[in-house]
């Protein structure tokens, strides 16, 4: 019976360990090169390394697709890239990690292909879309798409100069009802006219993206940066019905922190460039007027000409706020919470078009607690009117009174053509520069990261300033496991599998490798985390350790003590215990590794049992050592208290399960955990009376090779251990 537990324990952990292995390989591979018209219509995919779509081949992507890119990960392709996601039901294109952003599309060549983009979601993407100089393809849609997050100090998506010599037939570049968002980088075109090139910039979102530094740059610090050289037989460029608003240069000095409205930047020989009919905020804001004379004061460039621009965006376009009021007043943008007067009680929005909020929509309120960046859930109510097209986001928090140094963070709400709408960062602006941060961080979408890991704002001359504000998010923590982070009080709870270990009068090797001496040990895991590095473990466990002094077997080969005795048994112990857990280092990182000790109590029962004639029976009984006889001690205590200390080392396999190896040493007080101590070999015919129902067995038991005096000559107390795997879930506040 045991024989079958244990191998019924082993096979359960066997398909424990490759059910892990099986749900964290979620994703499919992508083929390393596309050398035949090809079509995906399904799955997750991770993109691991440079994918290659060759000359004259088409990739078609459709809806339910998702492509997650590793760190430096892309798409070259040479031939023609086709993507038809559907309303609600986007293609994605992301990163595995923020952390470590994937590069990815780039185009290169000439190619008589087309480029579509329809109903994509790009988001954590360093660049997603880079068409490189002297590219040629029949067409270049980029339609009904969202831009996200993308964080790089330069272009996000670049369009570089066409083939001029190859090219022999109008192409077409086609910008349409995309949303530009909460970026920290360009949409840069080289080249927007030419007698071939006809390109097409209407009713896109572009609003709430960020820049910094402290000289204006219109390549690098405006969503929007053409280049317009017009010749006698160019075609006019297309910009009409665009949303381009609250978009800001954030410019840090030592002592002071200033924003400017920054939207568009042309540059080059034509005379004009007409944004009329595009809506640029607020008129009172006088948005465009502001990039007009920026412009034209630092570069060749054209007159910025309207003669009517839009007092309210365009309902037709992708869903987004124009019109934000806090407390009821108009947003200010260098809100500063650590001086506010009276805590925030609302925020109003006013969208386009209709809007909902989804499953997981966030307002959350970043803090800055020591040294770390936390989040919380504002207790808040969403009171939606006149068709959900006005928000009012009703706030009932104290922990503005309790931590100001903090910002509010709104994000996940959608139209109804799921196109998400940009999401809301109040107070940050006045949070980097309180807290000394160089960096204008756009991706804070569920981010903890420490803050002695941010990039501290440095006194240096503007040129240092200019050269690290080249750097990204590489400069910056990024991690999914926010509530790791968190000071905040919960439960975690799982399961441990491993393998037992013995120390006493019948061992000399305690760690068996092979199967026979594998000691299954098995047990619940409870823990309650009191804070960021402390936690209160609490564990049930069943094990079985032996031993022998058999040298003939396997068992004995590894733990035979060589002794003539021919003594055996098999322990099956049972103990609850409960520790305090220290983490050494703090959580940096899913991919970081976190050692922690741990010390307690224990209560624990043991039960020994030896073999004769293959059946096992109970030693405690019998009284081995004479303990039943007439003037003996009387049988030993099999319940008793120990002190256990564990040393382990874990892993986070996304937000809430963690791995972990771990090692477990029991301090006991017993030397009868293998039923063998000091003892003397007990009168053989005595020893039959006291066990009627054994007789021999009962001597066989108790000195097997009929040898005298002491059954072991240490009278140190035994002990018990354990190593293997735990797996635990982390059940999380939010």
């Known amino acids: 019976m045991y024989n079958l537990i244990k191998n019924i324990c082993v096979i359960v952990f066997v398909i424990l360990f490759f059910a892990q292995q099986s749900s964290a390989q979620k994703f499919l591979i992508f083929p390393d090169i596309i050398s035949n018209n090809t079509e995906i219509d399904s799955g997750n995919y991770i993109i691991n390394k440079i994918i290659t779509i060759k000359k004259g081949k088409i990739l078609t992507i459709k809806k339910g697709v998702n492509l997650f890119f590793d760190k430096d990960a892309q798409i070259e392709v040479y031939g023609g890239f086709v993507c038809n996601g559907e309303k609600n039901n986007l293609i994605t294109f992301t990163s595995l990690n923020p952390e470590n952003p994937g590069k990815g599309i780039i185009v290169k060549g000439a190619d008589n292909t087309p480029l579509n983009f329809n109903y994509c979601n790009f988001k954590y993407m360093s660049k997603p879309l880079h068409i490189q100089k002297n590219w040629l393809r029949s067409t270049i849609n980029i339609k009904n798409s969202i831009f996200k997050f993308s964080e790089l100090y330069g272009a996000n998506i670049e369009i570089n100069e066409v083939d001029n010599l190859l090219i022999s037939k109008p192409t077409t570049i086609t910008i349409e009802n995309n949303t530009f968002s909460n970026n920290s980088g360009s949409i840069l075109i080289s080249e927007i006219s030419s007698e071939f090139l006809q390109t097409s910039i209407k009713s896109n979102v572009i609003c709430r993206n960020e820049y910094i530094g402290r000289d204006r740059n219109g390549m690098f610090t405006s969503p929007l940066f053409f280049n317009y050289n017009k010749t006698e037989n160019s075609r006019l460029p297309i910009f009409k019905s665009n949303s381009i608003f609250d978009n800001f240069s954030n410019q840090f ?7 400017d409205y920054t939207n568009l930047s042309v540059v080059g020989n034509a005379d004009n460039f007409d944004v009329s009919d595009n809506y640029f905020g607020d008129p009172k804001n006088k948005e465009i007027e502001n990039t007009f004379d920026f412009v034209s004061a630092n570069y060749m460039a054209p007159i910025l000409q309207f003669n009517q621009l839009d007092e309210i965006p365009d309902r037709t376009l992708n869903g987004h706020f124009y019109k934000i009021l806090v407390n009821n007043n108009e947003l200010d943008e260098l809100i500063n919470f650590t001086k506010l007067k009276s805590k925030i009680s609302s925020v109003e929005f006013e969208f386009n078009r209709p809007v909902k909020s989804s499953d997981k929509y966030k307002i959350l309120y970043y ?3 020591k040294d770390t960046l936390i989040s919380q859930e504002l207790k808040h109510k969403l009171v939606w009117e006149e068709n959900n097209k006005k928000l009012k986001i009703e706030i009932n928090d104290n922990i503005f009174n309790k ?19 940009p999401s809301l960062f109040i107070g940050k602006k006045q949070f980097m520069k309180n807290n000394e941060i160089e960096m204008i961080i756009s991706n804070f979408y569920e981010n903890i990261p420490r803050k002695d890991l941010w990039k501290k704002r440095k006194k240096s001359t503007s040129n240092n300033i200019a050269n690290n504000n080249i750097n990204d998010s590489t400069n910056r923590f990024n991690d999914s496991i926010n509530d790791i982070l968190k000071n905040s009080k919960y439960w975690e709870a799982g399961v441990f599998f491993g393998n ?18 594998f000691k299954l040990s098995y047990g619940l895991r409870l823990k309650y985390h009191i804070n960021e590095r402390f936690l209160v473990n609490f564990g049930a466990n069943y094990m079985v350790i032996s031993g022998t002094d058999d040298k003939n077997t396997v068992l004995g080969k590894e733990r035979g003590t060589g002794f003539a005795r021919g003594l055996s048994f098999r322990t099956t112990i049972f103990d ?6 220290m983490d050494l280092l703090k959580y940096k990182s899913t991919k970081s590794y976190t050692p922690s000790i741990a010390v307690g109590a224990n209560v624990y029962n043991f039960t020994p049992y030896g073999k004769y004639n293959d059946r096992w029976y109970k030693l405690r009984p019998i009284g081995t050592e004479g303990q039943t ?23 986070h396999m996304g937000i809430r399960n963690v791995i972990s190896l771990s090692y477990t040493y029991n301090k006991i007080f017993t030397d009868y955990l293998d ?21 021999d067995i009962a001597v066989k038991l108790s000195n097997p090779n009929d040898q005298k005096g002491q059954r072991s000559a240490s009278a140190d107390f035994d002990g018990y ?14």
């Open 721 to 734: 251990g354990y190593w293997g795997i735990t797996w635990t879930h982390k059940f999380l506040k939010k």
């Open 576 to 581: 609850i215990n409960a520790m305090l857990e």
């Open 253 to 259: 000095t030592d002592d002071s922190l200033s924003i």
């Open 500 to 517: 037992s270990l013995y120390w006493g009068d019948l061992y000399t090797t305690t760690v068996g490798l092979t199967y026979e001496n």
């Open 367 to 369: 803090y800055l607690l």
């Open 629 to 651: 006889l007439k003037g003996g001690s009387g049988v030993y205590e099999n319940w008793l208290f120990g002190i256990p200390i564990s040393i382990s080392v874990k892993k």
């Open 403 to 421: 931590q100001k140094n903090g910002y509010i963070f709104i994000d996940g709400f959608y139209d109804e053509n799921g196109m998400e709408v």
């Open 675 to 695: 039923d063998v101590s000091t003892g003397i070999y007990p009168n053989a015919d005595e020893l039959k009376k006291a066990n009627p129902s054994l007789g």
